[in-house]
């Protein structure tokens, strides 16, 4: 289900404004960020971010195209390495 | 038998229903059209006038998108996806279900025809 207009989108507050922060200082870091939650705004377009994924951070620079997705969407936690006796086979 | 929107030729069905021939035309904006051109729905569709048929045509060039163009639009929507790299864009790209369905069994229509792997354990083990 999706959430409800009245709320507005969800965006960590601490994240937004570490963001604002860096407009001002117009500085661009990439922002360590574990919130993979957080609905992308268009403020957060044209910074970078770390996402955490559950083990390793995932470098996102935020384009126009991804307002409205959130942070989670683009830090893969799964990784597919292939079935076993794929090699095997493979070799052969 | 009529033609609407160039290729499209639905047959001698009731009207509603013939127009579902036309991609991106359903149940409901069937009806809406014949609402909308005062067509009666029932009425069966090689009984339409030429006039009812370019009624019916005007109205979707003018407020709806189907056809070639709405095939565009939705492989624009999901080439997006994809170029943004996020996670709905990859299971597009590798033909795996996209709105979280399981895929240890099942999924057959994203995944296409089962590719049975040589050695792998039988059924019954992957019951276990």
Same mark, same amino acid.
């Given at each position: 289900m999706s959430r409800s207009m009245r709320k507005g989108p969800y965006v960590d507050e601490r994240l937004l404004a570490k963001v604002e922060k860096q407009e001002r200082s117009n500085t661009r870091e990439p922002i360590k960020t574990w919130s993979r939650d957080c609905t992308i705004v268009p /403020?957060? #377009?044209g910074h970078t971010f770390l996402i955490h994924n559950g083990k390793t951070f995932h470098k996102l620079y935020v384009i /126009? +195209?991804? %307002?409205?997705?959130?942070?989670? /969407?683009?830090? =893969?936690?799964r990784m597919f390495r292939g079935h076993s006796g794929g090699k095997a086979k493979a070799a052969k | 038998m009529p033609r609407i929107l160039g290729v499209d030729i639905p047959n001698d069905k009731p009207t509603h229903i013939s127009l *579902?021939? #036309?991609?991106? #035309?359903g149940p409901s904006l069937a009806l809406r059209l014949c609402e909308q051109a005062r067509v +009666? =729905?029932? $009425? $069966? !569709?090689?009984?339409?006038s030429d006039d009812d048929i370019s009624r019916i045509a005007g109205i979707l060039d003018r407020d709806y998108t189907v056809e070639g163009p709405l095939r565009r639009q939705t492989q624009q929507f999901i080439a997006r996806l994809k170029d943004i790299g996020c996670y709905r864009g990859s299971r597009h790209r590798r033909s795996? =279900? %996209? *709105?979280?369905? $399981?895929? *240890?069994?099942? !999924?057959r229509t994203r995944k296409g025809p089962r590719k049975t792997v040589a050695g792998k354990k039988g059924v019954k083990e992957m019951r276990g």
């Open positions: /403020e957060f #377009i /126009e +195209d991804m %307002v409205g997705h959130k942070l989670g /969407e683009f830090s =893969p936690t | *579902r021939y #036309i991609y991106g #035309i +009666d =729905p029932q $009425r $069966r !569709a090689k009984e339409l795996l =279900p %996209v *709105r979280g369905q $399981r895929t *240890r069994t099942n !999924a």
